[in-house]
T-cell receptor, first 116, second 109 residues
Framework: ETGVTQTPRHLVMGMTNKKSLKCEQHLGHNAMYWYKQSAKKPLELMFVYNFKEQTENNSVPSRFSPECPNSSHLFLHLHTLQPEDSALYLC???????????????FGPGTRLTVL | KQEVTQIPAALSVPEGENLVLNCSFTDSAIYNLQWFRQDPGKGLTSLLLIQSSQREQTSGRLNASLDKSSGRSTLYIAASQPGDSATYLCAVTGNQFYFGTGTSLTVIP
């Protein structure tokens, strides 16, 4: 396995379902991110984990719940989603130095989520 | 808050043409600027990264420039090929990434 992997690649769920997205990075990085990509909009940063601690939550609704059990794995738990949550969800990782400024991020292929 | 704009939103050119994609940002206090490529339904692949102290970077047929004072960057693609068809995103970084909406490029054989 190389880089950043995400599963599943496609997910269709009803509004009452509970599902989870998984991300795994094989790069030895110390930070991981969840982004939402909707049509015609910029990528929206949702959550940031740095050394397994959540350092950023950009006003994301509570129906999205992240989990970072270790520096290589990141989950996004989904429950009672709305149709407008349908989007491509991208995971990324990076190595953040002590100064906190990011050099580059490596992205996974994304999970295409459709909420019916 | 940093805002990143990309023009045009879509571009269609015949194979072999040289082309320029534009990116502008509102806050010049950036750490670096990065250009990514995204194929349909896929993640992002980094193409070029320009540190804030640099003016340009080149990789093969790609050349990216940065003018921090005016808040602009351009991505120049020489001798375009059908395989260049994708969405191109620019992002500026500080303590997080701020992305533009992208330019969707189609190169017609």
């Amino acid at each position: 396995e190389t880089g950043v992997t995400q599963t599943p690649r496609h997910l269709v769920m009803g509004m009452t379902n509970k599902k989870s997205l998984k991300c795994e990075q094989h790069l030895g990085h110390n930070a991981m991110y969840w982004y939402k990509q909707s049509a015609k909009k910029p990528l929206e940063l949702m959550f940031v984990y740095n050394f397994k601690e959540q350092t950023e939550n950009n006003s994301v609704p509570s129906r999205f719940s992240p989990e970072c059990p270790n520096s290589s794995h990141l989950f996004l738990h989904l429950h009672t989603l709305q149709p407008e949550d349908s989007a491509l969800y991208l995971c990324a990782s990076s190595q953040v130095p002590a100064g906190g400024l990011i050099d580059t991020q490596y992205f996974g292929p994304g999970t295409r989520l459709t909420v019916l | 808050k940093q805002e990143v704009t990309q023009i045009p939103a879509a571009l269609s050119v015949p194979e072999g043409e040289n082309l320029v994609l534009n990116c502008s940002f509102t806050d010049s206090a950036i750490y670096n600027l990065q250009w990514f490529r995204q194929d349909p339904g896929k993640g992002l692949t980094s193409l070029l990264l320009i540190q804030s102290s640099q003016r340009e970077q080149t990789s093969g047929r790609l050349n990216a420039s940065l003018d921090k004072s005016s808040g602009r960057s351009t991505l120049y693609i020489a001798a375009s090929q059908p395989g260049d068809s994708a969405t191109y995103l620019c992002a500026v970084t500080g303590n997080q990434f701020y992305f533009g909406t992208g330019t969707s490029l189609t190169v017609i054989p």
